[in-house]
């Protein structure tokens, strides 16, 4: 059975409860976590969006688990900025940090003013900012003039391994470029047909590579609480490539989210009143091959999931 990790939403919740939650995960048994790095949340009814490297400081020093962040460097963050950060908490936090890096959404990177490119150049901006980290993180003093520049930067404080450089992707084409030079992949629940391919696509790089799922899911003690608390807080999140990359604003997302009914939500997230119907989920997609499934709740309380699947999930995957 795979790992069972707690996902962590800055969109959705202040960081003070955040870190509170994440306590409390690894107290029911989550075996690691990760959280989002967003400038703004995808919803005005989520209303939240704390910076998400002060509370990693924060959350590794208050845990054993080990964390990891999504991450797009290249136009909000310059790529030696995050490794120096990612290097220092590889210092302070052995082994128990890794950043999974992807392209972005204009709803975080149109604050800096700067065009938003299409997706082939936010690929090759990308592949760029890896170059830049690698080096980096290999003690050289780094040099680049290209779709991001870079001037004699070299890092003072390194870990005595560097961070895992996970590929996030939710395409078949994406997971097979990033299986070129990640050291896993991450992606998000989706049919288990495409999950299949994409990971075929993926392994094309290396069989020994770790592949993480984020499972996005709705639980309440009442099916219908369950299904509002997953419209309310995550219609928005329903669209696909190219809308969910190119919107820029909360207010763009709740307009276009206008007409996206109760049911539809099944569609793109596991709800459910029952926690016997997440064992068999959650087992069904383990068998997909992941190393990690990461639960979030898309509801801004997370206390009563916690301590649900703490008490009546997380033992059972277990035992399976």
Known sequence: MPLIGFHASHEQVDPVSLL??????????????????????????????GFAWSWL??????????????????????PAII?????????MFPGRFWVALGSGEASNEHITGESWPPKAVRNARLGECV????????????????????DR????????????????????????????????????????????????????????KRLYLQVHLSYARDESAALEIAHDQWRSNMFAPPVCWDLELPAHFDEASRFV????????????????????WLG???????????????????????????????PQLARS
């Open 153 to 208: 930067a070299r890092l003072w404080t390194l870990p005595d391994e560097p961070p895992k450089l996970i590929g996030a992707a939710v395409s078949v084409e994406t997971a097979g470029w990033v299986g070129q030079w990640a050291d896993g992949l991450i992606t998000v629940n989706q049919s288990r047909e495409h999950l299949r391919r994409m990971i075929d696509a993926f392994r094309g790089g290396g069989e020994t």
């Open 261 to 280: 009914r109760k049911e539809d939500m099944r569609e793109a997230v596991l709800i459910s009143s029952e926690p016997a119907r997440f064992v068999d």
């Open 131 to 150: 170059k830049v980290m690698r080096a980096l993180f290999a003690g050289e003093t780094v040099c680049h003039d290209g779709l991001v520049r870079v």
């Open 57 to 78: 400081g924060a959350a590794l020093q208050a845990t054993s688990l080990t964390i990891g962040v999504v991450n797009a460097p290249g136009q909000r963050y310059h």
């Open 20 to 49: 509170k939650a994440v306590q409390a995960a690894e107290k029911a048994g989550f075996e690691a976590a990760m959280c989002s790095d967003h400038f703004s949340p995808w919803s005005e009814r989520q209303g939240q969006s």
């Open 83 to 91: 490794a120096q950060a990612a290097a220092t908490l590889g210092l």
């Open 284 to 314: 069904e997609l383990a068998e997909l091959g992941f190393d990690g499934l990461y639960l979030h709740h898309v509801g801004a309380e997370q206390q009563e999931f916690i301590e649900t699947f703490g008490e009546r999930v997380l």
